[in-house]
Every structure is written in structure tokens, then in C-alpha cells.
């Protein structure tokens, strides 16, 4: 295969995160962690539209019924496609905020929190049902990012970007639950930088943002790194396959504390080409 990365979006986002294919208006969805900006970006005309909440927002995904449902400071919110406010849980302390989050095969939302100064153990993995009822399903993580399913739904991957690993979890997609205790996907060292977003493609391998690390890795169910994509920018944050059939590869990045002289890509939305695979469905939460 022969990977070409071109810039999709031009943008200076602090932070850029949580890009999400939205079939319906043929748009990704995706945030600005740091401003609390939800964008949509339309896949052929690159016309890029903002909601502005006044919290942070660590990623937002579509609702069945419309607009979208996001993990903010504290805790989860609802909002129209102009950002009126129509549902809210506040669930967490002060201190603490919501980060990356995905929609479950059952429709259910799933967010990790932590602690703004990403204080060890003082995070969670959340999940919000179709009642908007939040449940903290595991305490004691530091700071859980990148979220995604295998494609029977049995395995659930949660990146602790601290400790540098990719946990795997045995899933129920029929009750959404997991099992209490992870395997350490990852080997040590596999990561120079940080683990942040991931995708899981149809095949089952696992596409991971590496923030400070310049980098986009594929890795197999079992953890093998089979291939490691160069970003120009230092802080790639997360990735999704988007588009009509899936196949075109979006990564995010960060802008945060780097200056346009030394990384003027910094902030943009990279496409890769030449992967040689295409996504998954991601579906939309039915609350």
C-alpha cells in the first residue's frame, strides 16, 4: 500500500477531536475540545458550520431524532441542529470534564471523564442511555480517550492515554455491558508519544491517533502494530472513516501551545489515502 496524506480541512482548532460520519447531511461532525465548538463540515463542499457551548465539549455525536448529544464539563448535553439546550445531565464534580466519547451497537453513548489536570485515577468510563440516565461504569482510570467496538460488537477498546495502552474489554452489544477486567492490548513501548482517538475499521484492526508522536498506527485485534502513518503536524488526535462508503480516513489535530511558524499545519484535518480499508458504521445515539 502507498499512504498519501493531504489536508482535508484547513482549521486551528486548540484542540480538533471526535470526527464522526454523518450519512444523512453527508457531513463529518467533530469539536473543538478547548473553545467548546461543534462543527459540521460538509464531505464535498468543505462548507464548515459551528455551534459555540459555553463549556468544554470533549465529542458530540448525532441523535435518531435530530441535532446532537455531546460530553461536556459536566457531564452530557443535548442540542438542536442551532444549539438550543433540550436535554442536560450534570453528573460530574468540579474539576473533572468529560473527553472522548462514541455511541455504542445499542445506540447508548459512552464518554470517559477526567480530571482537568489528568490527576491519576480520578477519571471514569461513563455510558448515557436512550433515558438519558448516566451510569459510571468504571471508576479509577486517569484519562480514558479514543472508544470503539470490533465489528460483532464483542470487544470494546478504551485508550488510557497516560499509561500509553489500549485496554480491551469482552462486550454484550445486546445489554451493553463489559466485562470488569481489561486486556492490556498493547505492548509497552509501542507508543513514543501519547494514544489519543481511534477508529476500528471493518476488518476488526484499530487506527490510533498518537499525540505528540506525528503519527497514525494500525493495529491488529491482538495488538501487533502492523503500520505507522507519518502526520505533519505534532499532535494528531483522533480519526474516523467517513464518506459514502466509508473508505475515506479523517485525523484530527491540535493547535494547542504550537506556533503556525514552527507547525502551520497544526489544528487541520489530515485525509489518508491508500489505507486499504474502509470503516464501520458508527450509529447514532438514540436518546
Request: with cysteine; glycine share 12%.
Amino acid at each position: 500500500m502507498q499512504e498519501n496524506v493531504s489536508v482535508a480541512v484547513s482549521a486551528r482548532p486548540e484542540c480538533g477531536e471526535g470526527p464522526v460520519w454523518h450519512a444523512p447531511s453527508e457531513s463529518v461532525l467533530w469539536v473543538d475540545i478547548v473553545r467548546g465548538q461543534v462543527f459540521h463540515t460538509h464531505l464535498e463542499t468543505g462548507e464548515t458550520t459551528s455551534i459555540d457551548y459555553p463549556e468544554m465539549v470533549g465529542a458530540a455525536a448525532p441523535r435518531v431524532g435530530g441535532g446532537v448529544v455531546a460530553a461536556v464539563t459536566s457531564g452530557f448535553v443535548g442540542m438542536d441542529c442551532d444549539g438550543n439546550i433540550t436535554k442536560r445531565v450534570d453528573c460530574l464534580p468540579e474539576g473533572i470534564r468529560m473527553n472522548d466519547a462514541k455511541v455504542d451497537p445499542a445506540g447508548h453513548y459512552w464518554a470517559g471523564s477526567c480530571a482537568m489536570d489528568f490527576a491519576a485515577g480520578a477519571g471514569g468510563l461513563w455510558m448515557l442511555d436512550a433515558s438519558w440516565e448516566p451510569t459510571l461504569v468504571l471508576p479509577g482510570l486517569t484519562q480514558p480517550n479514543g472508544l470503539g467496538w470490533s465489528p460483532d460488537g464483542t470487544f470494546f477498546y478504551l485508550v488510557e492515554t497516560q499509561d500509553r495502552t489500549i485496554l480491551r474489554f469482552d462486550f454484550d452489544p445486546l445489554t451493553s455491558t463489559l466485562s470488569p477486567e481489561p486486556v492490556v492490548l498493547t505492548a509497552p513501548g509501542t507508543f513514543s508519544g501519547y494514544p489519543d482517538g481511534l477508529a476500528v475499521d471493518a476488518r476488526g484492526h484499530l487506527w490510533v491517533a498518537e499525540f505528540a508522536g506525528s503519527a497514525l498506527h494500525e493495529i491488529s485485534p491482538d495488538g501487533a502494530l502492523l503500520q505507522s502513518i507519518a502526520i505533519p503536524t505534532a499532535q494528531p488526535t483522533s480519526c474516523a472513516f467517513v464518506g459514502p462508503e466509508l473508505d475515506q480516513l479523517w485525523v484530527t489535530s491540535a493547535a494547542a501551545g504550537l506556533s503556525i511558524e514552527t507547525d502551520p499545519l497544526a489544528g487541520s484535518i489530515f485525509l489518508v489515502d491508500g489505507h486499504g480499508t474502509s470503516g464501520q458504521p458508527v450509529p447514532n445515539f438514540e436518546g
